[in-house]
């Protein structure tokens, strides 16, 4: 069994007050992402694309379909917790998401909650910390500390639980672009070492790094492909105002000019790499 | 002046107070509150401040920064001294219409002064020489026996750890909301009292508002990171008592006897 969370005609309704029809946020929505993989959800501000994260670890549970992750139906009490280990977390807000005012302390907190022995949260809690770059600042005060500092210690927070796949719910959305480059080079390390990772966001520029990419509109999948394949729809990406990474879009201007790019050029350094060898 | 506050705020320092079990320092704090209610002279206050001394040197933390957080009682301070020194009867040293200065007002004004600071001190050192997360642990085991009888201990705990990590954070907020209204023209400064309690009703607002979104946010992650209440949990620092704890106890445990005979003899 390759895959690792499997999405059968899901779908999600937010309740409202009783004379108000109920928001519909995901509708009839089916997807499966294989392990090791490195999907991109991306879609506008209300797409579902952030309810779909949370139904992915049984934070939320679909009101019509099922969800499952490694073969466990996430509306089954029995292995919740089996889910929510297999497929961490990692939230928006940097501040809202850590519980200990000291960061290994806070680190620790998943592998305590699984009822790890001791000794070994300890040589856990020291590798995430060193695997996100933060091993010296282990006995500081997470309010002392950067977005992005906070968002990785947000991360090893995740992987000391050893998760199998981590859902990174618009990760980068509150932080400076230092913070944002930073997490998205650990994101990608964390792939090399084999986990799965589903990165929800609306930077299309971090889209492009990941190896496949699913776009939401209003509840459905909308595209669903590599990179490559995604983004020639150039002007189905447009029609539902989303936008294309830089690279994209002006490999398009210099199309319509009569510059003949390959459409298997998608970032930038495929950009420049391109330009430079044209002649 | 929000940022002054050191209540709650942890000072990293590798001292032998820091050190020490946090159920000894507990129960440190606790019998210093006794040892300040038993005195009742200023021999008394003499040695307990003697003993506070002592145990801040061995704490390694600066006193600018115990002296920070008393500030903010200040007020609280000034206000209990003026109402001892004007309503204490006694023999009149000075009058003036209805203000009176007796002189058993200003020895109990300053008596009360020098208990309030010295408990102040005492219970901020606790929270200064140990981590949020060693106190609350320390509460959990202390009241763990009451478990039995249905307190529930961890949850207990774990509140007051959560709320020690967000005191910053909700501060930080604060200084925000006030910032941006600020920014629109809004007075906080100005006015009597009435008026400065009324513009800060547009603050308390949105600052409750956030906090509970805060909640929200963070119960969410507590439960995508597998929290399920204190059952089968483990703890990467196990707290074990040492010889050094025993020693520590017994010295204030014998701090009390001091105490009590002196009160006993003066």
């Given at each position: 069994m390759s895959e690792i969370i499997r999405i059968e005609n899901m779908s999600f309704e937010y309740e409202r007050d009783e004379d108000r029809e109920p928001v519909k946020?995901?509708?009839d929505l089916s997807l499966c992402v294989e392990k090791g993989s490195f999907t991109a959800i991306i879609g506008k501000n209300g797409s579902g694309k952030s309810t779909l994260a949370k139904n992915l670890n049984g934070l939320l549970l679909p009101t019509g379909g099922k969800v499952f992750v490694k073969g466990w139906d996430t509306a089954d009490d029995e292995h919740i917790w089996d889910v929510r280990q297999t497929a961490g977390m990692v939230f928006q807000n940097p501040d809202n998401?850590?519980?200990?005012?000291?960061v290994e302390d806070d680190v620790a907190f998943g592998p305590e909650n699984l009822g790890v022995d001791p000794v070994e949260i300890r040589q856990r809690v020291d590798k995430a910390l060193s695997s996100v770059n933060m091993g010296e600042y282990k006995?500081?005060?997470?309010?002392?500390?950067s977005g992005g500092q906070k968002q990785r210690i947000a991360i090893a927070g995740v992987v000391a639980m050893k998760p199998e796949c981590i859902i990174f719910?618009?990760?980068?959305?509150?932080?400076d672009p230092r913070g944002r480059q930073e997490i998205m080079d650990i994101i990608e390390e964390l792939h090399d070492e084999g986990i799965m990772v589903i990165l929800i966001t609306h930077f299309m520029d971090e889209a492009v790094r990941a190896d496949r990419i699913v776009i939401v509109n209003e509840g459905r999948i909308f595209l669903d492909g590599t990179p490559g394949e995604v983004f020639r729809e150039y002007d189905l990406i447009k029609s539902i105002s989303l936008d294309v990474p830089m690279a994209v879009e002006l490999a398009q201007r210099l199309r319509k000019r009569g510059i003949k790019i390959p459409?298997?050029?998608?970032t930038s350094e495929g950009l420049v790499e391109y330009v430079c060898q044209y002649r | 002046m929000i940022r002054d506050i050191t209540l709650g705020q942890y000072y990293a320092a590798d001292s032998p107070v820091h050190r020490l079990d946090s159920r000894v320092k507990i129960a440190g704090v606790l019998l210093y509150i006794a040892d300040l209610f038993i005195v009742d002279d200023f021999i008394g206050f003499g040695l307990c401040a003697a003993a506070l001394c002592l145990y801040v040197v061995l704490s390694q933390v600066p006193v600018k920064f115990i002296m920070r957080g008393l500030k903010p009682i200040l007020l609280i301070l000034i206000m209990t001294f003026c109402l001892n020194i004007f309503m204490v009867d006694g023999r009149i040293l000075w009058q003036w219409g209805f203000l009176k200065v007796t002189d058993e007002g200003i020895y109990t004004a300053v008596f009360m002064a020098v208990r309030l600071i010295l408990l102040i001190i005492a219970s901020s050192l606790l929270t200064l020489t140990t981590k949020p997360i060693e106190l609350t642990d320390g509460i959990e085991k202390l009241m763990s026996p009451l478990a039995k009888i249905g307190v529930p201990a961890h949850d207990i705990a774990m509140t007051m750890s959560i709320a020690l990590r967000f005191i910053p954070m909700l501060l930080e907020e604060t200084d925000k909301i006030m910032k941006a209204q600020q920014a629109r023209g809004?007075?906080?400064?100005?006015?009597?009292i009435l008026r400065r309690a009324k513009s800060l009703i547009p603050i308390l607002v949105p600052l409750f508002v956030s906090s509970f979104r805060i909640a929200q946010d963070l119960a969410m992650a507590m439960e995508a990171r597998?929290?399920?209440?204190?059952?089968g949990r483990t703890r990467m620092k196990e707290m074990r008592l040492k010889g050094v704890d025993f020693l520590a106890f017994f010295l204030m445990l014998a701090f009390l006897a001091v105490v009590i005979s002196e009160r006993v003899v003066f």
């Open positions: 946020a995901i509708r998401q850590l519980v200990s005012s000291i006995n500081k005060s997470p309010h002392l500390l719910d618009e990760p980068t959305a509150m932080l459409e298997d050029v998608i | 809004a007075d906080f400064e100005s006015g009597n597998c929290y399920r209440g204190g059952k």
